[in-house]
């Protein structure tokens, strides 16, 4: 196969294509049950929680195509990266909205509630985008369940009910206003409306959760809580061979082993390694040594990608890299908790000089930290992907 015309099936940091998605079965069949009862009715809130590129935003999107297509909801997905205020919030919920119901037969039918406020944009009319001004918005910041409602009058022949997953909410949460209006949100939905069949998912970090729970403790009574974590390798490798058949790539059971065994149940490590092995491959058949030289490319790519420079250079640095290769050569030693002391036990007299230090440096860049439960000395990766880094990036030393 000539390399240019080589399409990659792999998505490393954009949420995955429907038909590749993989896993979270059990997951899925909970939050189907929750919308079918927010579709007869009542709504329900959700918060999806994970770490750092665990597959959040994957699972809103697997879930908003399904109940689009098999429930029969208005389904929209959108994601707030930079937005901090109410308003700007509610402007993307609706321009979702408008834009999902753009697709749809009974456009028309809604199109009237936006008033003049849409805006047709490119050519030939072919999107549109809600820009409303400023005190329309705050209008609908404060009356938004009215606003929903109304929406939903207009809906009730066409469709069962909303479904809104509100992703990438960092900068929203951070916002105090944000807890307290979701509060009043729910308490007013609580009270004046009989029948609201509005499907609410956010979708964020652990951290993201704690914060709200802070400003607005009797929120969290509010969210039914849906955690996410590693896939099981079972999982991985149904996603690698679907991957690579997709792109009509053989593999050879022992790669295949290799790219499962280091991917560590991790979707971002399963799309780099997918990825760059795709690339490193000459003939259409992925053998061991496509899938090594795969693998330290993707190292190189998930070091820039996704640790911060500063952390980045730490781990690579050669005083430190010394004791981080003592985790464990094989990767199956390297767990996401540690003791000092058996770390201490495998150092030479000068690396223990600088153990303290390291530790220091690690907590600080918020690579570890105390492990409350193990007690003293103990310790733990704040994220899954650390650990696994680390080994690949030990195996790359070993290697030059
Ligand atoms: N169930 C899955 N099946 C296949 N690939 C997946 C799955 N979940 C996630 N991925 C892939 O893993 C990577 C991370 O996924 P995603 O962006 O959904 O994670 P996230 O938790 O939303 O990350 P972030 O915290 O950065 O927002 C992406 O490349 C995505 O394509
Ligand atoms: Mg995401």
Redesign the pocket.
């Known amino acids: 196969m000539n390399n240019k015309e080589k399409t990659s099936p792999f998505?490393?940091?954009?949420?995955?294509p429907i038909e590749?998605?993989?896993?979270?079965l059990d997951k899925i069949n909970e939050l189907v049950r929750y919308v079918g009862q927010s579709s007869s009715g009542k709504q329900e809130n959700v918060f999806l929680v994970?770490?750092?590129?665990?597959?959040?935003?994957?699972?809103a999107s697997?879930l908003r195509y399904y109940v689009s297509t098999k429930k029969n909801m208005l389904g929209i997905h959108v994601f707030l990266g930079r937005v901090s205020t109410m308003e700007e919030m509610v402007r993307h919920i609706f321009d979702e909205i408008l834009k999902e119901a753009k697709t749809q037969t009974w456009y028309e039918n809604i199109a009237q509630l936006f008033g003049n406020r849409i805006r047709q944009v490119g050519l030939f009319d072919i999107s549109v985008t809600f820009a409303p001004p400023e005190r329309d918005l705050r209008e609908l910041v404060r009356d938004f369940p009215a606003a929903l409602n109304n929406l939903l009058q207009k809906l009730k022949e066409e469709r069962a009910g909303l479904f809104i997953a509100l992703d990438?909410i960092d900068a929203l949460v951070d916002n105090a206003e944000f807890a307290n209006w979701y509060k009043s949100f729910a308490d007013d939905i609580a009270t004046h409306y009989e029948k609201f069949p509005v499907f609410i998912m956010l979708?964020g970090?652990h951290e993201k959760r704690d914060i709200l729970s802070n400003i607005q403790p009797s929120l969290m009574r509010i969210f039914r809580v849906i955690e996410i974590e590693k896939?099981t390798d079972e999982e991985v490798r149904t996603?690698m061979s679907q991957a690579f058949g997709k792109a009509d790539v053989k593999v050879e059971p022992e790669a295949m082993e290799w790219m499962v065994d280091s991917s560590s149940g991790l979707?971002?490590m399963?799309?780099e390694i997918g990825d760059a092995t795709f690339w490193a491959d000459t003939d259409g058949v992925i053998d061991k040594d496509d899938a090594v030289t795969g693998l330290l490319a993707a190292a190189e790519n998930i070091g820039q990608k996704y640790l911060t420079p500063q952390v980045y250079r730490a781990i690579r640095s050669q005083r430190y890299m010394a004791i981080l290769r003592k985790f464990g050569k094989r990767k199956q030693f390297i767990s996401r908790y540690f003791r000092k002391r058996e770390l201490e036990v495998k150092l030479t007299a000068e690396e223990k000089r600088v153990l303290n230090n390291f530790l220091r440096r690690m907590k600080d860049l918020g690579v570890i930290e105390s492990d409350i439960e193990g007690g003293v000395g103990a310790y733990r990766f704040v994220n899954d992907m650390y650990p696994v880094y680390i080994w690949l990036e030990s195996t790359r030393f070993e290697r030059r």
């Open positions: 998505t490393p940091g954009n949420p995955v590749l998605f993989v896993g979270r994970g770490e750092r590129g665990i597959g959040k935003s994957s699972l697997f990438d979708v970090l896939l996603f979707p971002v399963m799309h």
